[in-house]
């Protein structure tokens, strides 16, 4: 027993980060992926640090960031968040209160100089019946992603192994963590860099993209005149120069804006998680002129129409392509930060594509979803 015992130990802790790692980690992302420290026109920057409150790893890791931010000299604020108190915002307030800016959201949108998000959702479908009230805030949400473009303000979006979000995706609580943490680990190898710049190689000076599968795929669109994008865990200067301004953790995607009004045909996805919404299973999408002009699923579908319900602006037309570039990261059931990374992957975007993304497209969301791309090509 006692043995045994030990072994359980020695593989829980394997799937875990140890507290030295979250310490580099925090460092890394703080020093050399957001390049936090000094305004360019003199005293030191803002950051927003908003961390899901739900797991005890997570608040570890978001302090952790806190104290590297005040090491560089950073003004900081710290927001704790969980889908349990959205639900219940969203149940409790006025709708007239929900029509309105929230004017402090505002006011920390005009005046940040970084904003970095830790989690996931602890409960993917929190927003079940709520569709209606969700929309009266979705015009203020694409406002306020507005100015953040406009100010160039830099982004990271860390994912984290919430256990809500692991119940949520049927996905064991242990090998949730272990897939997360790993491809995590992987976001600043040298393999991840060569991966993306080899894709990004491949993207450059295309016109014409062909997407074809043996489920009856057939997608066709223009990437013409767009920049090919890299999330390599880093934000250059470069990327700032010509405002790509964001990143993930895990990293590892080549990805790029399509021409907005360019995308036909149709495209198939076996899984797709819209979180805050829920999950749908085999998901058939129909662009015309670059717009979703129909859509079947084989279980989900009033997900996927909940979804478009909530939201406003261009939340129907394609905005991304993207390809997984992450060997660390494997299937998690439907956390997008992570299985939108699956070396072997593509995914396809619809909704807000500007800012970093080089897109036009003006919307209150954006909904990444995944295709394994073994019994299909991609055709440049």
């Not at 949108?109 to 989690?119: A, E, F, L, P, R």
Request: glycine share 10%.
């Amino acid at each position: 027993m006692g043995g045994g015992e030990k072994l359980f130990g020695v593989l829980f802790m394997a799937s875990e980060l140890a507290e030295e790692e979250m310490a580099d980690i925090a460092r890394r992302l703080v020093r050399d992926s957001l390049r936090i420290g000094r305004r360019a026109g003199g005293g030191f920057e803002a950051v927003r640090i908003t961390y899901n409150s739900t797991d005890d790893s997570c608040v570890r890791f978001a302090l952790k960031v806190e104290e590297e931010c005040w090491r560089v000299g950073a003004h900081t604020l710290l927001i704790p968040y969980s889908s349990a108190r959205r639900k219940t915002f969203f149940t409790l307030a006025p709708e007239e209160a929900l029509a309105e800016m929230n004017p402090m959201a505002e006011a920390l949108t005009k005046t940040i100089d970084v904003s970095i998000y830790i989690g996931e959702e602890d409960d993917p479908g929190w927003s079940r019946g709520l569709a209606g009230r969700v929309r009266l805030q979705a015009p203020h949400r694409q406002r306020l992603r507005e100015i953040l473009d406009q100010r160039r303000v830099r982004w990271a979006y860390v994912g984290w192994p919430i256990p809500g979000a692991a119940k949520g995706y049927d996905c064991p609580l242990e090998r949730f963590r272990q897939i997360f943490f790993n491809s995590i680990r992987q976001s600043f190898s040298e393999e991840v860099k060569r991966l993306c710049e080899y894709y990004r190689r491949a993207l450059e000076g295309v016109d014409q993209i062909a997407i074809r599968a043996e489920d009856g795929t057939n997608l066709t669109f223009s990437i013409k005149g767009r920049p090919i994008l890299v999330d390599d865990a880093y934000i250059s200067e470069e990327d700032v120069k010509r405002g790509d301004v964001g990143l993930n953790i895990p990293s590892g995607e080549v990805f790029v804006a399509p021409l907005e009004d360019s995308a036909n045909g149709t495209i198939r996805f076996e899984r797709v998680a819209i979180p805050g919404f829920g999950k749908i299973r085999g998901l058939k999408l129909s662009f015309r002129d670059g717009r979703v002009v129909d859509y079947e699923a084989l279980e989900g579908r009033e997900v996927f129409t909940h979804f478009l319900e909530a939201n406003t602006g261009d939340k129907d037309r394609i905005a991304e392509l993207g390809i997984g570039c992450n060997p660390g990261a494997e299937y998690t059931g439907g956390s997008i930060i992570v299985d939108e990374k699956i070396y072997g992957t593509l995914h396809i975007a619809i909704g807000s594509n500007t800012g970093a993304y080089h897109g036009r497209n003006k919307a209150s969301s954006h909904l990444d979803m995944i295709k394994d791309m073994a019994g299909g090509v991609l055709l440049a």
